[in-house]
């Protein structure tokens, strides 16, 4: 399959954006300067990338804890992010979400998601108002390897069956949750979520070609009222399960290893299919990414904290309740 | 021994699996080397082996019912629900199954579950991390409710909890794991309903459960260089609740606030200013005042959630008007 440069162009772009604003997410939350837990998302970039290539706002996505790569792949705007990563007014949550309840509706993202398993009932019931309204949209939930056991994911797995939603699981097996190694082989997430009766595959996360050929074939299927897809991505958590978590449970050696040949960016400007940019156009990209992510730090700092009395705003729409 | 609540929570199941081998942990990592993010099973897996310490994948439902199950069945199982905010995953097995066998099985079942959880706010990390909850949980009939608020009563309670045959669900507040103080050695147990006075007083009744019962200490330091003598009562556990402490204390001191981090409507204020008025009506001198959160989620902001939680100044503007009136 050919992808045509415009695409490859925003394929390494997107990728590149996730990486280095999270790296710089790092060093400034290292530094104090921003609040709450955050979970890194690299090595996974080629997986949300891919995923969201093909989509529109008119698609959606419901997203988990570690949801910035979702987040940028889906088209949230870099300044918006950063003041709800740090809890600023302007943020695209108003500040209240956070990264771990990032959302962003115009962009079809539904929001990451602080409970393990919470997307894809959701995604399942955006996938139904797209088949219900008929125009075409597909929805699509991201699911750790450790959120592939809960109780919803199950659900929602048959209930896509059962309804023949446009809808795709998107699973990012890292092998890892929080501490703990998975003790599902490769491979056995696809194999489950083929059991409820759609089609499912394994595909290596870190190539991005591979990834976006799968996640084509099931956004055209969903498009195409063909029902649902799981695609499980085998990817490698690079980081520690959240900022701050030194994985001193992990094989020092073996992660080495991992983290080199599953570095989806390198991966990708190797790839023949990728030969079409070129080094000054890859310049270009990266001195403008790291220019956007200078600049929304700089917006970021000077902005406002919410002022107290937003911590009333928006429980209800319309209540003719006291709040406090 | 001065140890923190992490520590003391610890050692309790350390002591319990010892003493026990029906007592079994099971929970998300709690298995790992580090015994969960708080470290709060630390060298119990090395200890009691994987067979009693067993990880979980990341199924509240399961987790929580197959501890339901197991102690239906002989064991006495000590499941970790990470965050009570989770309970959203799982409430069926704690609320129609859990805490009615006994009652709809007329009375053939023992279940001697306990459910540790964490709660409250303080953390940042918003509104699916920050929860309190207990008011919801101490609503079922057939549960019963811990919250400690220092680490001997941790301790005391937990040993309780373990050896109770009816189940109970363990509340400890995240933001209180690392507070210190002195805890009885060896075997220590604290019978359930019963409030622990912390600081006595004259003027006022504050009470408190959890955090709360910390900022009403600290609110009674405050105000007690005003010249203002606050008791101090610190419920223990909400089910079942030390009803007569509360009102032999209003009945010295004709005066009442309560503190409580849950949201306003049917929160623990809500059911002791119930309590105050149907019971110690004769005694009150003024309203009885409710310090809690809003009515609404917790935002993940910082300054808001600062603004969010009860704190001492709240406390004492609230004793300060109610001794006004
Ligand atoms: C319902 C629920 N249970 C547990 C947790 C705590 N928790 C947060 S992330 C996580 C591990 C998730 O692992 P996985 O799904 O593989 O995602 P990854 O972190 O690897 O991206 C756990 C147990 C939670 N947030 N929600
Ligand atoms: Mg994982």
Same mark, same amino acid.
């Given at each position: 399959m050919d992808v045509p440069t415009r695409k490859l162009k925003t394929a390494y772009r997107l990728m590149k954006t996730i990486r280095e604003f999270e790296e710089r997410m790092r060093s400034e939350y290292q530094q104090g300067k921003l609040p709450g837990f955050i979970h890194i998302y690299r090595n996974q970039e080629a997986v949300a990338v891919a995923a969201c290539l093909d989509m529109t706002n008119e698609d959606y996505i419901a997203s988990t804890h570690r949801g910035h790569g979702h987040c940028i792949a889906k088209g949230c705007e870099i300044e918006a992010m950063l003041l709800e990563l740090a809890c600023k007014e302007d943020g695209l949550c108003n500040g209240k979400g956070g990264s771990m309840h990032i959302a962003d509706m115009s962009k079809g993202m539904l929001g990451? @998601?602080?409970?393990? %398993?919470? %997307?894809? *009932?959701?995604?399942?019931?955006?996938?139904?108002?797209?088949?219900?309204? %008929?125009?075409?949209?597909?929805?699509?939930?991201?699911?750790?390897? %450790?959120?592939?056991?809960?109780?919803?994911?199950?659900?929602?797995? @048959?209930?896509?069956?059962?309804?023949?939603? *446009?809808?795709?699981?998107?699973?990012?097996?890292?092998?890892?949750?929080?501490?703990?190694?998975? *003790?599902? *082989?490769?491979?056995?997430?696809a194999e489950r979520a083929g059991a409820f009766g759609m089609p499912a595959e394994v595909v290596d996360g870190s190539d991005f070609f591979a990834m976006y050929d799968a996640c084509q074939q099931a956004i055209t299927r969903g498009r195409e009222g063909g029902g649902p897809t799981a695609i499980e991505a085998v990817c490698n958590r690079y980081y520690g399960h959240f900022e701050g978590d030194p994985q001193a449970y992990r094989d020092q050696d073996e992660l080495a290893q991992e983290r080199a040949v599953s570095d989806p960016i390198p991966r990708f400007l190797a790839d023949p299919r990728a030969a079409a940019l070129s080094a000054e156009s890859i310049a270009e990209i990266d001195a403008a990414i790291l220019s956007e992510i200078d600049r929304g730090f700089e917006v970021t700092y000077a902005a406002a904290d919410p002022t107290p009395d937003k911590l009333y705003t928006d429980v209800y729409i319309h209540y003719e309740g006291r709040l406090r | 021994m001065k140890m923190s609540i992490r520590e003391a929570i610890n050692q309790t199941l350390h002591q319990e699996m010892a003493r026990d081998e029906r007592v079994i942990v099971l929970g998300e990592d709690v298995a790992s080397d580090q015994g969960g993010v708080y470290g709060i099973t630390e060298g119990l897996p090395a200890k009691f082996g994987v067979h009693r310490v067993i990880d979980t994948p990341i199924t509240e439902s399961a987790i929580v019912g197959a501890a339901g199950g197991a102690a239906l069945t002989g064991l006495r199982p000590v499941a970790e629900l990470m965050f009570v905010d989770f309970l959203g995953v799982c409430l069926d097995q704690i609320l129609n199954q859990i805490a009615k066998f006994r009652y709809m099985f007329g009375g053939q079942a023992r279940t001697p579950v306990v459910i540790r959880t964490m709660i409250g706010a303080g953390t940042g990390t918003g509104p699916q991390h920050s929860q309190i909850l207990y008011p919801l949980l101490a609503a079922i009939p057939g549960i019963k409710v811990v919250t400690p608020a220092n680490a001997a009563d941790a301790?005391?309670?937990?040993?309780?909890?373990?050896?109770?045959?009816?189940?109970?669900?363990?509340?400890?507040?995240?933001?209180?794991?690392?507070?210190?103080? =002195?805890?009885?050695?060896?075997?220590?147990?604290?019978?359930f309903g019963q409030a622990r006075t912390a600081v006595q007083g004259s003027d006022i009744t504050i009470v408190g459960m959890s955090r709360t019962a910390v900022i009403a =200490?600290?609110? $009674?330091?405050?105000? $007690?260089? !005003?010249?203002?003598?606050? +008791?101090?009562?610190?419920?223990?556990? #909400?089910?079942?609740? /030390?009803?007569?402490?509360?009102?032999?204390? #209003? $009945? !010295?001191?004709?005066?009442?606030?309560?503190? /409580? +981090?849950?949201?306003?409507?049917?929160?623990?204020?809500?059911?002791?200013?119930?309590? $105050?008025? +149907?019971?110690?009506f004769d005694t009150l001198d003024a309203p009885v005042k409710r310090i809690t959160s809003p009515h609404t989620p917790v935002p993940a902001t910082p300054c808001l959630e600062a603004e969010y939680v009860p704190n001492v100044a709240r406390v004492v503007t609230a004793v300060e008007e109610t001794l006004a009136y």
């Open positions: 990451a @998601n602080a409970i393990v %398993g919470g %997307g894809p *009932p959701i995604a399942a019931g955006a996938a139904l108002t797209a088949k219900t309204l %008929g125009n075409g949209a597909v929805s699509m939930a991201f699911i750790g390897d %450790g959120a592939s056991d809960q109780g919803t994911v199950a659900e929602s797995l @048959n209930l896509a069956v059962v309804l023949q939603l *446009p809808m795709i699981f998107m699973y990012e097996n890292n092998r890892y949750a929080e501490f703990t190694k998975s *003790p599902k *082989p490769d491979g056995r997430i | 301790k005391g309670l937990l040993t309780t909890a373990i050896r109770d045959d009816d189940p109970v669900i363990f509340c400890e507040h995240k933001a209180l794991y690392m507070d210190e103080c =002195e805890v009885p050695e060896g075997e220590y147990l604290l019978p =200490e600290q609110a $009674a330091a405050q105000l $007690a260089q !005003k010249g203002v003598s606050a +008791e101090v009562i610190d419920l223990r556990t #909400l089910s079942p609740l /030390d009803e007569s402490t509360i009102l032999e204390s #209003l $009945a !010295k001191t004709g005066r009442l606030v309560v503190v /409580d +981090e849950s949201n306003p409507y049917c929160s623990m204020a809500s059911e002791i200013a119930g309590l $105050a008025v +149907e019971q110690g």
